[in-house]
């Protein structure tokens, strides 16, 4: 049977009949105006009527997946509590509390809205029709799809940052400075590993005194999906969280969960410190529209959900405090129903998407209007740098040391660039890459992270979603499988999921790839990018030398500055010392500081030497074995050119294929592995192209060895000039 039309015809029967349960307290007491108590039980039989509807229109085909948040309609009273102007990051089951939000703020239609997005019209004013989810500009609520508490860490990065802003307000600051931020998430969602490091985020970051404005709320409905929630396992899991200050409140009392929710925003608005309110509900309906509870829930549990159910609640509220009559509340309820059934007639004629092109038009977000400065003036280099800085701005100097002027360059240009990681700040860095950062433009810039790579990226996300340029960093390659979900999940889908009306830019950095000789085996030489490479919207750049890497930077950070984009830097740790090319005390890889109007933009390729009988085409640790290989190949004869790919993602197809056209034959160096790396893109852009005379070497499909073995698997000079001679030579 229909659960959703049983629990409507219970709750009209038991209006009709006088069955209403006892209430306590008053809802003045609790500083509820009446006028505000309607409001929160229109905006929860909204939500009601919306999940019915769902419902009816996937039975139909007209409407697509989607999760009720029937029962839960107690996080309006949450709503109230707060400003529109608090940024919210809500769980999947708050409907009301969105609803709720949008009562308050003039010119929102959530009926007409949500009806959008269950039917993924492309009229649908929050994803375009990419997906039902919650989310509005208006009401400062991005959009959720990645349901299991990924959202928690960039929640702990809003609120840091929107106590950074009221220091150093960003240019382009979306957040008042007395605004707070929300985070909602189910008790299951608990368990989640993001959620356990999102609460110890937020409580290490408030035992330090450093300001957090934030209030979570756990909704606990003692089930996820099937699996129940042990009995007293969410409230000892909360309650135990030091840094932490714990508020429960019985969600199905409306009064009682606006008193709470008031605290804990006081608190965290006035005290700036984080907050976690324990809010008990019900489920109703199961877990989603397909969803057969009793397949795995006994009746008597389901009925006892039912009987519970909040609407029936907040009635009782209306009648017991003489603010509606059972006949008034019918008549409201019922009205709703007509209006929501009205809209959704309209709603089912609108478009869909039809197209490649339109489902990815907001994978790239909006460009937007900055000064555009790629370094400082002299008066600020001379104010920040020291002697030795001055100096090593005009010698010839190793990749690791160029970074780290140019970092200081772009952090002084940009005040908006805040960088996080671990060890980064104090220490700077394991390669001494962000040495001295920190004393110049201090902790609040230079932030020393608690070692969680998932707080890390949640930082910087909330640090974008309120106008800075983060720089995190994360130590090494192998480091970025514990969190990779902050990218994908979260960084990359927000544009795409919102329409390009919310962004997160930022300049990913990360020390990868092989080659360090007799170090830390296969953590910390990491030779796969495949983990980045299938995001959509992601860019990855890789460079091989100081200077491009100077240059690279540069493009990065304007990348993530006017285009909003998200990108990932990845440095060959081996790289980072690298004097010599060919002989010890050569010198033979050390660059000079490239001048401010010296550029490496996104799509272009670096190319060495004019040689036409082979062109190799390569990044990275590949870029320098290439150049250590080309005068054992001149001395057979064969002339070469050497292509560095700089940006692996999106390839520079165009101009690979222009930097190539003239040669007789390309052989791909790829340091990754064969399985999962760009040769396989590559090789296939040249098959594509209608080119047979290519070749590829790459790493072996296995995990790096510590000590003397380090570099087996991996090509080697002897490879590249083996594999070019046989490709050139086999005429």
Known sequence: MDRAEIVHEAFLARLAAGDLPKVAGSAVDAGLKPDQLRALFRAQVTSRHLDRMSRKMQAKGQGFYTIGSSGHEGNAAVALALRPTDPAFLHYRDGAFQIARAGQVTGQDMIRDMLLSFACAVDDPISGGRHKVLGSKALNIPPQTSTIASHLPKAVGTAYSIALARRSPPPARQYEPDALAFCSFGDASLNHSTAQGALNSAGWTAWQNAPLPLVFLCQDNGIGISTKSPKGWVSAVL????????????????????????????MARVQRKPVIIHMSCVRLYGHAGPDVESAYRPMSEIEAAERNDPLIHTAARLIGENLASAEEITKQYQSLWREVDQQTEKVVQHPHLKTSDEVMASLIPPKRAVQKRNAPSDAQRKASFGAADMRALDAAQPMNKLINLGLSDLMLAHPEIIMMGEDIGHKGGVYGVTKGLQ???????????????????????????????????????????????????????????????????????????????????????????????????????????GADAVCMYREATRLAREEQRVVVMIDPIALYPMR????????????????????????????????????ILTYGNGRYLSTQAKPLLAKIGINLRIIDLRWLAPLAETAILAATRDCAHVLIVDECRQTGS??????????????????????RDSFIATGPAYGVTLPSIDRIVEAGTTLVRRE
Request: include cysteine; charge should be negative.
């Open 439 to 545: 004393s110049k433009f201090g902790k609040s810039r230079m932030i020393d992270t608690l070692l969680d790579e998932q707080s890390i990226l949640g930082l910087a996300l909330g640090l974008a979603q309120n106008g800075f340029i983060p720089m995190p960093e994360i130590q090494f390659l192998a480091y970025l499988h514990n969190a990779e979900d902050q990218l994908r999940g979260e960084a990359a889908t927000l544009p795409f999921f919102s329409n390009g009306q919310f962004t997160n830019p930022m300049v990913l950095r990360i020390a990868g790839l092989g080659y360090q000789k007799g170090f830390g085996g296969h953590f910390h030489n990491d030779n796969s990018l495949a983990v980045l490479r299938d995001i959509p919207g992601l860019i990855i750049g890789c460079p091989s030398d």
């Open 678 to 699: 760009q040769s396989e893109a590559l090789m296939a852009l040249f098959t594509e192209a209608g080119r047979k005379d290519v070749a590829r070497i790459t790493a």
């Open 580 to 615: 010599d090319l060919h002989e010890p005390g050569d010198g033979g890889w050390m660059r000079h500081y490239p001048g401010p109007d010296v550029q490496t933009p996104l799509g272009a390729v670096g190319i060495e030497g004019q040689g036409t009988d082979l062109a």
């Open 239 to 266: 309650q135990s969280r030091p840094g932490l200050t714990y508020m429960a409140c019985n969600g199905l009392d409306v009064v009682d969960t606006y008193r709470v929710a008031r605290a804990a925003a006081d």
